[in-house]
């Protein structure tokens, strides 16, 4: 089924935007970060790699969000990119919770960051900008070390967790 959308005078249906943007199959972070003695985690799927020299990602946060306080006075933040089996760990820092490292064994980073345990590939940065983006702020993160496993990555894809999987014509390749 193909559903089109007219110009909407005066702005775009939300709901339509939202599930035109579902199509795009993300994968799934927990971004964290400390400050004053604070500790902050949001699930993200907005991440996206910017540049390999110098090496920067990016990634955007809600300007409502409680948890700008703390990322704005951080310094340095972690891209935790959760694992195929991580779905639990995704709603626990989606959701609103007291603390939402509590019984976690985290590892701290490079200027405190904060690494999660069993992510397929972690990225630690040091804040590079911020950016104004309409009702979100864009981070700019300038990488300063990273690790990864051969672990498969925890999807996102129209509203639903989702797995990656090869695809068969390029096995044939």
């Known amino acids: ?16 935007f939202r599930a035109a943007l ?16 604070r500790r902050v985690g949001v699930t993200a799927n ?11 990602i990016l990634w955007s946060l809600v300007k409502t969000s409680s948890s700008w306080p703390i990322f704005e006075a ?18 626990r820092f989606a959701r609103p919770a007291e603390d939402r490292f509590l019984g976690l064994e ?17 990225i630690q940065c040091s ?4 950016v104004d983006g309409g009702d979100h702020w864009i981070l700019i993160g300038r990488v300063t070390a990273f690790t990864r496993t051969d672990d498969a990555p925890l999807l996102y894809h129209r509203g639903a967790y989702s797995m990656a999987q090869p695809h068969p014509q390029a096995a044939a390749r």
């Open 1 to 16: 089924m193909t559903t089109q959308m007219s110009p909407v005078p005066g702005g775009v249906d939300p709901r339509a």
């Open 22 to 37: 579902g199509c795009f199959a993300t994968g799934v972070t927990v971004i964290t970060a400390q400050a004053d003695g």
């Open 46 to 56: 907005s991440f996206n790699s910017l540049s390999l020299d110098p090496p920067l």
């Open 74 to 91: 951080a310094s340095h933040f972690a891209v935790n990119i959760l694992a195929h089996d991580q779905i639990d760990l995704s709603n």
């Open 106 to 122: 985290v590892t701290e980073g490079h200027g405190g960051c904060l690494l999660l345990p069993g992510t397929c590939a972690s």
């Open 127 to 130: 804040r590079e900008s911020v």
